[in-house]
């Protein structure tokens, strides 16, 4: 059997050929960037992928997302999960606000929306849960407390791209949602990101913040920095678009071999299947809880036979060194166990069927 490396991901591309034809028209207009044709017509495509009056595009998910927390108005406390990516949790502090942690559920590890209302004082704007590994948030729940309590809601939605629940579009919940388009999502514009929202009066404020703060010629009303997506950036979304499902579709296939061979091993859990949830199948969590051997071991095994996974989501947020005696992590107990003992396994829409027979091969052999 061969050994060749396996990544946690590989970036979907089209073909040269497919991305040559895209880019042309770029030589004859010599517009690079600052919102040219190949940017608007991208961001009109995913309004109506999406379904959302609003769709803006950004350099990267995380410039979205500070621009978001600034666009949305937000102040003092904002009660977010430190079970994510370094990006969320330093978002909301960049901006100069607080973080307060809300620990997560055991089932799916999205923020536990039965204790949210206990960490609510004078001082909270917003909700930020995040969609994490593309499990949609408990959000009926979530959104009814944010509003019995005046809240904002801001879904850090980088892995739920394309996905729906009860027939709706994930971008559609909250008061906004943003997506990454970096080159390891199931969408990408190599690096990319995007904030959704249907308030039309946050445009001009939200295509400010990512030019300076400018809205035209003469006229800076916001204190904006850079974080315009330029023209080969989108022309690459727009590529990528054409094949989406496609990707999905193979990466569903990929997922049921997973569900397939590791259901029965005794000690791994994997992630739910919701089933009002069309997935985007972004990632492959497992959690190992009470199997033979710990999360760290099975990584090293992996690795060892040239299986690269990774350890989304380790550590969490909340125990970072640049951090260290500001956040106590003790106060997200389900966070800190799911942290120390998941691992997300190789799944991209180029991975080989045989590629995932031969991850669970070496699981199953341990
Ligand atoms: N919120 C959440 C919840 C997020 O997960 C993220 C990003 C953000 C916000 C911020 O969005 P962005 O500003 O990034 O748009 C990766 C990504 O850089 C990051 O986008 C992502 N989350 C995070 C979960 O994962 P690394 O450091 O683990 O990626 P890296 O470079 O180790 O790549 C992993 C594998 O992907 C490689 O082994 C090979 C493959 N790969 C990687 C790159 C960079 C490719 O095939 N092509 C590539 O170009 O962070």
Redesign the pocket.
């Known amino acids: 059997m061969s050994d060749k490396p396996i990544?946690?991901?590989?970036?979907s591309m089209p073909t040269w050929e497919e991305f040559a034809e895209e880019i042309r028209e770029i030589w004859d207009t010599h517009q690079l960037t600052n919102m040219g044709p190949k940017h608007e017509r991208l961001e009109r495509e995913l309004e109506s992928f999406l379904g959302m009056n609003c769709v803006s595009l950004f350099t990267?998910?995380?410039?979205a997302?500070e621009a978001g927390i600034t666009a949305l108005g937000l102040t003092g406390e904002v009660i977010t999960t430190p079970f994510?990516?370094a990006?969320?949790t330093h978002a909301i502090v960049r901006c100069g606000l607080t973080p307060v942690f809300c620990d997560i559920k055991p089932d799916d590890y999205t923020l536990d929306p039965d204790k949210i209302e206990d960490l609510i004082t004078d001082k909270t704007s917003a909700i930020m849960p995040?969609h994490?590994y593309g499990n949609i948030c408990d959000f009926k729940k979530i959104e009814a407390i944010a509003e019995k309590h005046g809240l904002k809601v801001f879904y850090?939605a980088?892995?739920a791209f394309a996905e729906k629940v009860e027939g709706r579009s994930v971008a559609a919940l909250g008061d906004m949602s943003?997506f990454?388009?970096?080159?390891?999502?199931v969408f990408n514009t190599v690096?990319?990101?995007a904030l959704a929202y249907n308030d039309e009066s946050l445009r001009p404020i939200v295509k400010g913040l990512k030019n300076f703060g400018i809205t035209g010629p003469e006229t800076v009303p916001y204190l904006g920095g850079n974080a315009k997506m330029d023209e080969f950036r989108a022309a690459m979304g727009l590529c990528n678009m054409r094949h989406l499902s496609e990707h999905i579709a193979k990466r569903k296939v990929l997922t049921e071999i997973y569900r397939e061979r590791l259901s029965g091993i005794e000690g791994i859990k994997l992630n739910p299947v919701r089933e009002d949830t069309e997935s985007n199948y972004a990632y492959f969590p497992v959690v190992f809880d009470g199997f033979k051997l710990s999360r760290n071991e099975v990584f090293d095994a992996l690795a060892e036979k040239n299986v690269?996974a990774?350890k989304?989501f380790y550590p969490l947020t909340n125990t970072f060194e640049c951090y260290k005696g500001v956040f106590n992590a003790d106060n997200t107990p389900v966070a800190l166990r799911i942290a120390d003992n998941v691992m997300t396994l190789p799944l991209f829409s180029d991975l080989e069927p045989e590629d995932v027979h031969r991850v669970c091969d070496i699981i199953a052999s341990l």
């Open positions: 990544y946690v991901t590989r970036s990267n998910g995380h410039l997302l994510t990516f990006s969320t995040v994490v850090d980088a892995h943003m990454s388009f970096h080159a390891t999502k690096e990319g990101g690269f990774r989304y």
